[in-house]
């Protein structure tokens, strides 16, 4: 699924984030961490479903982070938790590197596919 340009947010310079490094940012209200991982670039919802830490100050490791405070981990690319303690996964944002920015989209997945609303 191609998403349009237009649906794209800048959020920091690709510059600033660091290989193996979390960084959190928000937008319109949804704290969002963007990790550089193996060269790519993750966003995630940035509160763990456990303890509602910071996922962004995590550790980094084969494609995963976990959370600073109680160690849950979760999947960079789909969100999915790995371990406990948190029983649930995490959001994931479309996110791409566009002339020397960090873009998110905040309807869509990492996959592409869309949100799905609550209610």
Not at 38 to 54: F, L, M, N, Q, T
Not at 76 to 88: I, R
Request: hydrophobic share 35%.
């Amino acid at each position: 699924m191609s998403i349009p340009d237009s649906e794209f947010h800048s959020l920091a310079n690709a510059s600033d984030l660091e290989e193996g490094k979390g960084r959190p940012v928000e937008l319109n209200h949804h704290r969002i961490a963007l990790i550089r991982h193996d060269g790519k670039v993750y966003a995630i919802e940035d509160r763990c479903p456990h303890a509602d830490a910071s996922l962004a100050f995590g550790p980094v490791e084969n494609g995963c982070i976990a959370c600073p405070w109680h160690f849950a981990e979760f999947r960079l690319e789909t969100g999915e938790v790995l371990s406990g303690p948190a029983t649930c996964g995490i959001r994931t944002y479309a996110v791409r590197e566009s002339k020397g920015q960090i873009e998110i989209n905040l309807d869509h997945n990492a996959d592409g596919s869309l949100h799905k609303t609550e209610g």
